[in-house]
């Protein structure tokens, strides 16, 4: 409700004319109430992380604080947890396919929710661990998946890890140092958005997703020829990015799985 509305029902109501200013401070005491002081829940993850441990053994908690000062209290800065249960039941039971995404969190301190999800075999979505951080870097990303690679292991050599994630490229290379084996893949959705900045067209748009869900070599060949007949610009801009990493009918055959997007994690993070 905003502040004006309130204004209105406290006027119809009670008969009282309250500012703006009071109005608002009412408002943020009722929130405080209901949702706890956000300050506060900071100090209780240490506890949180003791019964996660205790009630699911196996489980991996980390939070990594920063101090401003050598005699300051530590700052929040990360939070990582993979329950043992959901680590198991993913390793055991859905494809070594894996989405990786951030969102921005709402609220005074704001930060960035990192996922790792999968599929299981109904194609639902099954989350695998999540972090909270400052902010979606390099630095973040390797602790992030750091901290998944000490969970989930390499895989085996007959069945790699393959992640999907956007254009970040910081993703890219973290893969590269923690999980040089993995298969990496970019989400079409994000590829073409920066594609139809540059070369828009409703054509365009029509070849790039046929070319992209392509299963064979010819009939991604032939929606290429397409896009390069009505603009060479476009066709260079994707011939420069790797057809592996986007073209489904180039996906490693040892990852049985043709999902060329990764709205599942950003559906998961909703």
């Known amino acids: 409700m905003t502040l004006e509305s309130m204004q209105v029902e406290v006027q119809h109501k009670y008969g009282i004319e309250a500012s703006l200013t009071q109005l608002y401070r009412a408002r943020r005491k009722a929130l405080a109430e209901i949702e706890g002081n956000h300050a506060k829940s900071y100090?209780?993850?240490p506890a949180y992380a003791y019964e996660v441990l205790k009630s699911n053994p196996g489980s991996l908690v980390k939070i990594k604080g920063e101090m401003l000062t050598p005699t300051s209290t530590p700052m929040f800065q990360r939070f990582f947890?993979?329950?043992?249960?959901?680590i198991t039941s993913f390793?055991?039971?859905?494809?070594p396919f894996i989405g990786l995404d951030g969102c921005h969190l709402k609220g005074p301190y704001g930060g960035i929710l990192l996922a790792a999800v999968g599929l299981d075999g109904n194609n639902g979505l099954f989350p695998i661990v999540v972090a909270i951080v400052e902010m979606e870097g390099s630095e973040s990303w390797k602790f992030f998946i750091d901290h998944l690679q000490t969970v989930l292991g390499h895989g085996s050599e007959a069945k790699p890890w393959a992640f999907m994630s956007d254009m970040q490229k910081s993703i890219e290379s973290v893969l590269a140092e923690?999980?040089?084996?993995?298969?990496?893949?970019?989400?079409c959705r994000h590829l073409f958005a920066n594609f139809k900045k540059v070369h828009s067209g409703l054509l365009l748009r029509k070849c790039f997703w046929v070319a992209a869900r392509a299963y064979?070599?010819?009939d991604f060949n032939q929606?290429?020829?397409r896009i390069k007949d009505i603009s060479k610009e476009a066709h260079k801009w994707l011939s420069d990015v790797p057809t592996h990493k986007w073209a489904r009918h180039a996906f490693d055959d040892r990852v049985k799985n043709d999902h060329i997007t990764n709205n599942l994690t950003e559906s998961f993070n909703s």
């Open 81 to 86: 947890i993979a329950f043992d249960a959901m």
């Open 178 to 187: 923690f999980m040089p084996q993995s298969a990496h893949r970019l989400c």
């Open 223 to 225: 929606a290429m020829e």
């Open 216 to 218: 064979n070599q010819i």
């Open 43 to 45: 100090s209780l993850l």
């Open 91 to 95: 390793k055991s039971g859905c494809r």
